[in-house]
């Protein structure tokens, strides 16, 4: 059963432009979302993250969504930089134990245009 | 430079023969895991230790084997490999609080094939 769920597995935006990846969950439980990147031949890094009390956090170009109420988060990223290519997996937290647990979603794979 | 050391970059490994995949970390993170990523399937834990000493069973730990001797280092042990094992391998580390909304730090990944 996969808790966390990215439908689009790619997506082509223009340079310059927003781009928007979404994210779909299904455990009312998870104590955070976060987003992380990966490039080819490396290992996924740290974006941003959303506490599940909060609706929106904002690092610079990068901004998540979250809407509780549709169990749904989103990226935004602007303007778009063909550096921003890469593949995007959400994944969210919880609290098990004595340690956290990270569920990952498929990704979705960005690509930037010039 | 801090993170996690994974090591073979790749491997080429022939079924049935037993492989040892290794993970350090520089960080004195109490938290350790080990993922694989597959096309279309995300990333999906397989083994993890919260402290070490301990260890638990993730998503697919079949076929798999994990050890914890110290804080530092996570070897992922395939006993007797399968081409379904075919996979990139991720190890990740995290501090107990820290994990909950910063995730993992990962390493760069052992891209195994089984043939």
């Known amino acids: 059963d996969q808790q966390v769920k990215q439908n689009s597995p790619s997506l082509s935006v223009q340079e310059g432009r927003i781009s928007i990846l979404n994210c779909d969950y299904t455990?009312?439980?998870?104590?955070?979302f976060l987003w992380y990147k990966k490039y080819p031949a490396e290992g996924p890094t740290f974006l941003i993250s959303?506490?599940?009390?909060?609706d929106k956090n904002e690092d610079g170009r990068f901004t998540v969504f979250l809407n509780k109420s549709a169990k749904h988060l989103s990226l935004h990223i602007v303007p778009s930089q063909p550096g921003d290519s890469a593949v995007y997996f959400c994944?969210?937290?919880?609290?098990?134990?004595?340690?956290?647990?990270?569920?990952f979603g498929t990704g979705t794979r960005l690509q930037v245009t010039l | 430079i801090a993170g996690i050391t994974q090591a073979p970059t790749s491997q080429i490994l022939a079924a049935g023969r037993r492989m040892t995949l290794r993970c350090t970390q520089d960080?004195?993170?109490?938290?350790m895991y080990w993922y694989r990523q597959d096309l279309g399937l995300g990333l999906r834990l397989i083994h993890y230790?919260?402290?070490?000493?301990?260890?638990g069973k993730g998503e697919v730990p079949d076929g798999y084997s994990v050890s914890r001797a110290n804080t530092d280092d996570f070897p992922l042990t395939l006993a007797s490999a399968v081409p379904s094992q075919t996979s990139v391998y991720f190890c990740?580390?995290?501090?107990?609080?820290?994990?909950?909304?910063?995730?993992?730090?990962f390493g760069s990944g052992t891209r195994l094939t089984v043939v």
């Open positions: 990740a580390s995290s501090g107990i609080r820290t994990g909950l909304y910063y995730g993992y730090t």
């Open positions: 455990n009312s439980m998870f104590d955070y």
């Open positions: 959303i506490s599940s009390i909060k």
């Open positions: 994944a969210a937290s919880f609290w098990i134990g004595t340690a956290s647990k990270l569920t």
């Open positions: 960080m004195r993170h109490n938290a």
């Open positions: 230790s919260n402290t070490a000493g301990t260890t």
